[in-house]
């Protein structure tokens, strides 16, 4: 089965404070992504990279940036906590899809909730 | 931009009773992801559809894509305490991308 562990199930942070959140999978994946989920606003993606040092914005990339220096591991960066990053993060991976066909299914982590003060 | 749309937004049923959710897309389908997400946990994979036609099991749980694929369905029969939680449908954004667009979700309650 796919394993994709993420650092911290909760997490309290301060305004200001430069936050990471650790994602690491164990099934050789090339694409990885950071979401945020908000009630009443869904899943909404943050960043996805689909190959090592190689990243790409989502929906809702302001206030935050990612690193992959290696293939299992995604980092999500809070440059500077604000209170409207409390939030739900989820980290998912998948792997390349077939040339010309669908995607394949995204596999997701625990999560991770984040409290910012 | 594609578009998912889920109904119910939420449902409460009896134990044992059967239920449908329904994902419908402003776009062609061309992959159909259902999830599931316990109450603060993240979001375990059910089924992929691809077809216009599909129709895939999994224990009590039936999804299904139509012909014209833009409509899916997920049926559960005889329902269970353990099926309570967040269902959600995914589809491919379209752009040739990796990424996926989700519904927001229908929320299940089963009362023993």
């Known amino acids: 089965d796919v394993k994709v562990t993420q650092s911290s199930r909760y997490l309290v942070k301060r305004t200001g404070e430069k936050v990471f959140l650790e994602c690491v999978q164990d099934?050789?994946?090339?694409?990885m992504f950071w979401y945020r989920q908000d009630p009443g606003l869904g899943l909404r993606l943050i960043y996805f990279?689909?190959?090592?040092?190689?990243?790409e914005k989502g929906d809702i990339p302001e206030g935050y940036s990612v690193s992959r220096e290696k293939k299992e591991r995604f980092s999500l960066i809070l440059e500077s906590a604000s209170t409207n990053q409390t939030s739900m993060y989820l980290c998912?991976?998948?792997?390349?899809?077939?040339?010309?066909?669908?995607?394949?299914?995204?596999?997701f982590g625990d999560g991770t909730r984040l409290s910012i003060l | 931009s594609q578009e998912l749309e889920q109904s119910p937004q939420s449902l409460i049923v009896q134990e044992g009773k059967n239920l449908t959710i329904n994902c419908t897309s402003s776009?062609?389908?061309?992959?159909l992801y259902w999830y599931k997400q316990k109450y603060g946990e993240g979001l375990i994979f059910l089924m992929m559809?691809?077809?216009?036609?599909e129709e895939k099991s999994h224990e009590k749980i039936t999804a299904k894509l139509d012909e014209k694929k833009q409509q899916s369905s997920l049926h559960i029969t005889a329902s269970q305490p353990s099926h309570a939680g967040i269902y959600l449908c995914?589809?491919?954004?379209?752009?040739?991308?990796?990424?996926?667009?989700f519904g927001s979700g229908t929320r299940l309650l089963v009362r023993p």
């Open positions: 776009k062609t389908l061309y992959g």
């Open positions: 990279s689909y190959d090592v040092k190689m990243k």
């Open positions: 995914g589809a491919d954004g379209g752009d040739s991308s990796y990424k996926l667009i």
């Open positions: 559809l691809q077809k216009g036609g």
């Open positions: 099934m050789d994946h090339e694409n």
């Open positions: 998912a991976s998948s792997p390349y899809g077939p040339r010309g066909g669908s995607n394949q299914p995204q596999h």
